[in-house]
């Protein structure tokens, strides 16, 4: 296998119409015989747990009951990375997996990855912390500048979940 890089796996929990969104934006800019993104929910989660995902995501509408932590505890404890909306309360302890990079999104003020400003036309993303991507490239805190798309159906929470495994992977 000289010279083929590994497949990537990228679990999110989210419901389906959410990482069918995510998915699809995500496909457009990376290259997706890399990649295989999976959608874990209650109805699937059993089935991942002995799978190595790379980077697990949790949306802001992840809606998994607290009888199944010890599953998700499983599936995050072999993850390069966690990414995590900081906006909403998670109820397991991800400060255990000390080799994990963590990296929070949302509106507030102290997540990794949040949002500066928003206008019609414009969306100002904001990296508060540097990150270490996954070829060990420290990407620097700054600012960049989204295009807002007409017709868009992603939420902040989606797009800044986006921006945070493209910066990972791109």
Same mark, same amino acid.
């Given at each position: 296998?000289?010279? !083929?890089?590994?497949?990537?796996?990228?679990?999110?929990?989210?419901?389906?119409?959410?990482?069918?969104?995510?998915?699809?934006?995500?496909? !457009?800019? %990376?290259?997706?015989?890399?990649?295989?993104? =999976?959608?874990?929910?209650?109805?699937?989660?059993?089935?991942?747990?002995?799978?190595?995902?790379?980077?697990? *995501?949790?949306?802001?509408?992840?809606?998994?009951?607290?009888?199944?932590?010890? #599953?998700?505890?499983? $599936?995050?404890?072999?993850?390069?990375?966690? #990414? $995590?909306?900081?906006?909403?309360?998670?109820? =397991?302890?991800?400060?255990?997996?000390?080799?994990?990079?963590?990296?929070?999104?949302?509106?507030?003020?102290?997540?990794?990855?949040?949002?500066?400003? *928003?206008?019609?036309?414009? $969306?100002?993303?904001?990296?508060?912390?540097?990150?270490?991507?996954?070829?060990?490239?420290?990407?620097?805190?700054?600012?960049?500048? #989204?295009?807002?798309?007409?017709?868009?159906? %992603?939420?902040?929470?989606? %797009?800044? *979940? #986006?921006?945070?495994?493209? %910066?990972?992977?791109?």
């Amino acid at each position: 296998f000289k010279g !083929k890089r590994a497949m990537h796996f990228i679990g999110i929990f989210t419901d389906n119409k959410n990482f069918e969104l995510i998915k699809g934006k995500l496909l !457009k800019n %990376l290259n997706s015989e890399k990649f295989n993104i =999976i959608n874990i929910n209650k109805n699937n989660i059993e089935n991942f747990k002995h799978i190595l995902f790379e980077t697990i *995501v949790f949306c802001n509408n992840t809606k998994i009951s607290e009888s199944y932590n010890s #599953i998700i505890e499983e $599936i995050c404890s072999n993850a390069k990375y966690i #990414i $995590i909306n900081a906006d909403e309360e998670i109820k =397991i302890n991800l400060l255990k997996y000390k080799k994990t990079n963590i990296i929070t999104y949302g509106l507030n003020h102290k997540s990794t990855i949040t949002i500066s400003s *928003v206008n019609d036309n414009n $969306i100002l993303i904001s990296l508060q912390r540097n990150i270490e991507n996954i070829n060990k490239i420290i990407i620097e805190m700054g600012e960049s500048l #989204i295009k807002k798309e007409e017709k868009s159906i %992603l939420n902040l929470h989606d %797009l800044l *979940v #986006i921006f945070a495994i493209l %910066l990972i992977y791109n």
